[in-house]
Each structure stands twice: as C-alpha cells, then as structure tokens.
C-alpha cells in the first residue's frame, strides 16, 4: 500500500502535468497582444475597394484645401498595403503650424521635423504645385476578423506588427512596443460600445477605442476607433496642448 506521502507526490506530479500540457496547447494568440490570428479574407480588406475620410479640426482651420484617396493595394494573408495620397495647399500648412505651435521655429528646423515623421511613416511630400502639394505613403496593416494591426511603429518591418485592437480586448487591457529609436509606444482600450455611440456618417456603430500614447513633442496621444465589422472608422490626434485633430474613416462596405 502506497503511503499517504506517496499519494500526495503522485498527485502533485499529475497536477504539474495536466499544468504543463494546457501550456503547451495554448494558443500564442490568446496571451500575446501582438499575436493575432482569424480570418483575412474580408471584404473591407479586397483589392481595389477604396476608403474615404473627412477631418473635423475645430476653428484652427476652415478650408476646403484637405483631399485624400485611399484604396486597397494588395492583400497577401492578411497584410494588407493602401495606397495612400493626401492634397493639401498653403492654407491648410500655415495653419497646421500655428496649430502645432511650430511658426516660431526656424524653417531648417521644420524641414527637420518634417523629415523625420516622413521617414517614420515611410511617406514622400511632392511640393512641386503649392496649391496642391500631395503626400503619398503606402503603410501596411494586418487585418482579420479578429482585430488589426499596423507596421507603422515598426518601421514596415513585417516581423514587429504592434496590435491596435483585438476584438476580444476589453477595457483596461494594455500593451506596448519599442520602437527602433528606443521610443516605448503604450496602448490601451479606454472604450467598448454597449450601444451605437460613434457616428460615422448617418450611421452609428459600437466601437472600441484604444489609447496610444508616446514621448512625442507634437502629438504625444492618438485614438484609435474600430469595428468589428467595418474594422478602422476614426483616427483622433491630440496636440501638447490636447487639441483635437479628427478623422472620421469610411470603409468601403458602410
């Protein structure tokens, strides 16, 4: 007859087991916030579809100058590229600067500053026609019927995707990522709709909003809004000084 002190190793032995068997079942993709699975071929997310947005920026600039095209490149297993395009003229850069609160700086140490975001979000600035400069990017996001991420934070690097939302998330998860520059990036969803409360249009939608905030002397917070049908529905970016840039995003399926 096995002692009681056998009995309670044995048991012990058998826990530990059954313990590292459901960890070696896990998937990845339900602990890792930047592990993300599901399907990738949405409707949203074909060739060809085209995206719109419109900006609300309060009083710090009423032109009618700001035009973007957007539309989907290519999809490859769920990474999918936009060609991107967005006009603007002079107005609209006087008064993104006094917004920013940039007029007072030299124009090399614009040009610096311009330079850099350009090559963060891997973006070329055409100048040629003053009343129609364009800034053309084509950024990479994965996308599924599970959440999204980009590759902006990365670089475009394909092996660093930093997850903007999973639809399983709820409020008060949070994440991060350190960029290449050593810059920790944070996010974290601050919202879950439990009725239509985002207005996209004529349409209302129960969204998930998600933080992101950053050493960043121009916009140091952005939220994210997303669906989990229509996937990216709104970009806010917050100045220093918490003024509020607004992009309201139109699916192709909405």
């Known amino acids: 007859m096995r ?23 896990t998937d990845p993709a339900d602990n890792d916030p930047n592990v993300l699975a599901g399907e990738t071929e949405l409707e949203i997310t074909e060739p060809g579809q085209r ?8 009083s710090w600039y009423s032109g009618e100058s700001l035009r973007d095209s ?22 609209f850069t006087k008064s993104l600067d006094t917004m920013l609160g940039t007029s007072f700086l030299p124009d090399a140490t614009k040009k610096s500053i311009l330079t850099t975001y350009l090559e963060r979000y891997g973006a070329t600035l055409d100048t040629t026609d003053k009343s129609r400069m364009t800034i053309h990017a ?31 998330m709820k409020v008060g998860d949070s994440w991060t990522f350190t960029r290449d520059d050593g810059v ?26 998600t933080e992101q905030t950053q ?14 049908k229509f996937g ?8 220093a000084d918490n003024r509020e840039i607004r992009v309201t995003v139109w699916p192709p399926t909405l």
Request: hydrophobic share 40%; net charge positive; aromatic share 12%.
């Open 184 to 209: 920790v990036v944070t996010r974290k969803v601050i919202h879950h709709s439990s009725v239509e409360d985002y207005d996209v249009g004529f349409w209302s939608l129960k969204v998930f909003k």
């Open 138 to 168: 084509e950024p990479r996001f994965k996308v599924t019927s599970e959440g999204i991420q980009d590759f902006l934070t990365s670089g475009d690097n394909l092996s660093r995707p930093f997850t903007i939302v999973k639809y399983s």
């Open 215 to 228: 050493q960043d002397p121009l916009v140091p917070r952005i939220i994210w809004v997303t669906n989990h």
């Open 232 to 239: 990216l529905v709104g970009v806010h970016f917050f100045t």
């Open 3 to 25: 002692s009681r002190k056998s009995n309670t190793l044995l048991a012990a032995l058998v826990c530990m087991a059954l313990t590292m068997m459901a960890c070696g079942t």
């Open 70 to 91: 957007v539309y989907v490149k290519s999809r490859s297993g769920g990474i999918v590229t936009f060609d991107f395009n967005l006009t603007f003229d002079t107005t």
């Open 51 to 58: 995206w719109g947005g419109s900006g609300s920026s309060g």
